[in-house]
């Protein structure tokens, strides 16, 4: 491979831009999302040699493919050896039944593995251009306290988060507003919608030009980047024998994690299919049984919070992948090849209801702790076993630790999850953040003060 992968916008109304760029710009300028224009793949010999590999090599050998014109191989061998110091447990269920836990990193959910990866690379394009980039991001939750933890401590970069004092928990607030140093937490007396549209609002502000922003957010092709790796590694280390096949489930919201999935089967992961599971907000798994898109307006709500999405951002990028085009709106103005896509992914809807069942069903009769978005995988996988003849090797992917549900794992298990170390040390930790109203004034009375503090 002497060839460099460029980014090409899904809207296709911008220029090829390198990975660097992709990585700062975030969103094309046209407001599509970045996609490579060769997805690399990596041989059946390479594949095996991956079950004596401990993760942050494997992170090394995917990743690399992608970026071995555009970043110095020691340099990467560093990033993804201090970025995956934590275990990924895979946990064997029944048969050839198993659950991948990507719940052991700093924030206790799947987002570190994407977080970590992307501010890293980050720092890396920035510490010698002597520039101080401002990471300016809202958050409902889990993805700010990931990418907060995930840009800790590194200089020249400095994070403002944004989040909707009344609507995040306690525990969710703890994780962003006790890191200090480069990390400042904004709390908005307002909805999420809110702290969307002021941040929306500063990116389009000349004004703010000084500051460097960038973002962080989930379409960032930094943050689809390493959730490829994953795959490889779960089925490198479960397989048993030469190209068997394997399904794998995957919990979805914004189908960050499925397009990576997605991507390393056609980088070479044999996958026999990919079950897309959503909470009630099924505009997905409708789409794939009528050929019709209808976002779902206003999403949701559910108690697996993570995916209460309407109108899944990383959609644009599905659709390309299999020949479309959808714009940023959702509208669909190429039709992908639906029947290659029904092919490889099989797309279920799991009700509130049906995910508490399953977490109980599963402790009773496996001893498995789910929490609600896990839950919603293995029900999907299980749903899908039951009608094909093709049982075949499977993991279930668990995107967060139990402890983060506490109240809903008393009501159902009646049990109380240890949490992990991480989020033990953050009860006794001080917290400090700025409170300000829903008015972008404020926003930028703030941001522009930032440098005199
Ligand atoms: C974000 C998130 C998801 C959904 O992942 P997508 O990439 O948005 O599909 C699932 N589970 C948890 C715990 C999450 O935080």
């Given amino acids: 491979m002497t060839k460099n992968i460029r980014y090409y916008s899904t809207n296709h109304n911008s220029e090829l831009v390198s990975f660097k760029e992709a990585l700062i710009r975030g969103q094309a300028p046209d407001k599509g999302l970045y996609m490579p224009d060769t997805i690399p793949e990596i041989s059946s010999d390479i594949i095996t040699s991956m079950k004596d590999m401990p993760y942050h090599?494997?992170?090394?050998?995917?990743?690399?493919?992608?970026?071995?014109?555009?970043?110095?191989e020691d340099e990467l061998r560093r990033i993804?050896?201090?970025?995956?110091?934590?275990?990924?447990?895979?946990?064997?269920?029944?048969?050839?039944?198993?659950?991948?836990?990507?719940?052991?990193?700093?924030?206790?959910?799947?987002?570190?593995?994407?977080?970590?990866?992307m501010a890293k690379l980050?720092?890396?394009?920035?510490?010698?251009?002597?520039?101080?980039?401002t990471i300016l991001t809202a958050?409902?939750?889990?993805?700010?306290?990931?990418?907060?933890?995930?840009?800790?401590?590194?200089?020249?970069?400095?994070?403002?988060?944004?989040?909707?004092?009344?609507e995040v928990s306690e525990r969710q607030r703890k994780q962003m507003t006790t890191l200090g140093g480069n990390i400042t937490a904004v709390a908005v007396d307002g909805k999420f919608d809110d702290c969307q549209a002021m941040v929306k609002q500063a990116f389009s502000?000349?004004?703010?030009?000084?500051?460097?922003?960038?973002?962080?957010?989930?379409?960032?092709?930094?943050?689809?980047?390493?959730q490829t790796v994953y795959y490889f590694y779960a089925y490198s280390k479960l397989r048993e024998k030469e190209n068997e096949k394997v399904i794998f489930s995957v919990p979805s919201g914004n189908f960050g994690d499925l397009m990576g999935g997605l991507i390393s089967k056609k980088m070479g992961v044999p996958v026999y299919k990919f079950i897309a599971a959503t909470n009630e907000n099924d505009e997905f798994p409708r789409f794939l049984k009528?050929?019709?898109?209808?976002?779902?307006?206003?999403?949701?709500?559910?108690?697996?919070?993570?995916?209460?999405?309407?109108?899944?951002?990383?959609?644009?990028?599905?659709?390309?992948?299999?020949?479309?085009?959808?714009?940023?709106?959702?509208?669909?103005?190429?039709m992908p090849d639906i029947d290659a896509i029904r092919k490889d992914i099989f797309s279920i809807?799991?009700?509130?209801?049906?995910?508490?069942?399953?977490?109980?069903?599963?402790?009773?009769?496996?001893?498995?702790?789910?929490?609600?978005?896990?839950?919603?995988?293995?029900?999907?996988?299980?749903?899908?076993?039951?009608?094909?003849?093709?049982?075949?090797?499977?993991?279930?992917?668990?995107?967060?630790?139990?402890?983060?549900?506490?109240?809903?794992?008393?009501?159902?298990?009646?049990?109380?999850?240890?949490?992990?170390?991480?989020?033990?040390?953050?009860?006794?930790?001080?917290?400090?953040?700025?409170?300000?109203?829903a008015d972008y004034k404020k926003l930028k009375e703030f941001l522009t003060s930032l440098d005199n503090r």
């Fill in 290 to 334: 009528s050929g019709k898109y209808v976002p779902l307006k206003p999403s949701k709500d559910c108690i697996s919070n993570a995916m209460n999405v309407g109108h899944p951002s990383n959609l644009a990028r599905l659709i390309d992948l299999y020949g479309g085009q959808m714009d940023e709106k959702g509208k669909i103005n190429k």
């Fill in 57 to 72: 090599e494997i992170a090394f050998t995917v990743t690399n493919e992608f970026l071995r014109e555009e970043i110095a």
């Fill in 349 to 437: 809807s799991i009700s509130d209801e049906e995910a508490r069942a399953t977490i109980k069903d599963a402790y009773n009769k496996y001893g498995m702790i789910l929490e609600p978005h896990g839950a919603v995988g293995w029900a999907g996988l299980e749903n899908f076993l039951a009608q094909t003849k093709n049982p075949t090797l499977s993991v279930s992917l668990e995107t967060a630790h139990p402890a983060k549900f506490p109240e809903e794992l008393e009501k159902i298990l009646n049990i109380k999850p240890e949490l992990p170390r991480s989020m033990k040390d953050l009860e006794n930790k001080e917290e400090t953040f700025e409170e300000i109203s």
């Fill in 139 to 166: 958050t409902s939750g889990d993805t700010g306290s990931a990418v907060a933890n995930a840009f800790y401590d590194l200089d020249d970069i400095r994070m403002v988060v944004l989040f909707p004092y009344k």
């Fill in 122 to 133: 980050m720092h890396y394009y920035t510490k010698d251009e002597n520039k101080k980039l």
């Fill in 80 to 117: 993804t050896k201090e970025v995956y110091d934590y275990d990924v447990p895979l946990e064997h269920v029944s048969g050839k039944k198993y659950v991948m836990r990507l719940d052991q990193g700093p924030t206790a959910s799947f987002k570190d593995f994407a977080a970590r990866m």
């Fill in 205 to 226: 502000d000349p004004e703010l030009e000084p500051l460097n922003l960038s973002s962080a957010n989930s379409i960032n092709f930094g943050r689809l980047l390493p």
